[in-house]
């Protein structure tokens, strides 16, 4: 079965660090491109990174220079490193795959990880 | 940035057919995504490239996609597609993917 499975959320104060995890099954996350979307309470979608097949890395400009993508290989698993977290940064994390090297839309959801940035 | 257009709300009799629409600066030129998303759940891709179907999708979901609008069809609508639909593309420009703002569509 394919399966995406995100840990590491929590609450957290304005200015702190978290990591996220996604950990993946029934698929190899080096040979397909990886993301990260949230949801804010009440809000829409919004993609936040994505890390392709090889080493490249993007980021929403919201996000851009605080939060950093990253693969694990051998554990199969995709992170998300965020610092200087915001209070508007609060949200459902969701971890997702984009199939091979293709822009073929998102078909594999996590069943995402809540982030609560709060003093 | 690429900007995706959405109708806030889309309202259809069951039975009936819903179309949501997604406009975009020639998003015809580009591959459109389709999600729903139900409250508590995770979002599932009901559409995918303009117009097919990930396995397990109904047949009563489909897609078009021409000039700077891309539509989002359900038909046959029942209680069960009460949802948010958000539609998406790859921004090649900035290599970002971009989502459009959601419609919720609401069985009268």
């Known amino acids: 079965e394919v399966k995406l499975v995100e840990s590491g959320g929590g609450l957290i104060q304005p200015g702190g660090s978290l990591r996220l995890s996604c950990t993946a099954s029934g698929f190899t996350v080096s040979t397909n491109y990886m993301n990260w979307v949230r949801q804010a309470p009440g809000k829409g979608l919004e993609w936040v990174s994505i890390?392709?097949?090889?080493?490249?890395?993007y980021y929403a400009d919201s996000v851009k220079g605080r939060f950093t993508i990253s693969r694990d290989n051998s554990e199969n698993t995709v992170y998300l490193q965020m610092n200087s977290l915001r209070v508007e940064d609060t949200a459902v994390y969701y971890c997702?795959?984009?199939?091979?090297?293709?822009?073929?839309?998102?078909?594999?959801w996590g069943q995402g990880t809540t982030v609560t940035v709060s003093s | 940035s690429y900007v995706l257009t959405q109708p806030p709300s889309v309202s259809v009799a069951p039975g009936q057919t819903a179309r949501i629409t997604c406009e975009g600066n020639n998003i015809g030129g580009k591959s459109v995504h389709w999600y729903q998303v139900k409250p508590g759940q995770a979002p599932g891709m009901v559409v995918y490239d303009d117009n097919k179907r990930p396995s397990g999708i109904a047949e009563r979901f489909s897609g078009s996609n021409s000039g700077n609008t891309a539509t989002l069809t359900i038909s046959r609508v029942g209680l069960g597609d009460e949802a948010d639909y958000y539609c998406q593309v790859w921004d090649t420009s900035g290599d970002h993917w971009v989502f459009g703002g959601g419609s919720k569509l609401t069985v009268l």
């Open positions: 890390i392709y097949s090889g080493v490249s890395t």
């Open positions: 997702t795959r984009v199939p091979g090297d293709t822009i073929l839309g998102m078909d594999v």
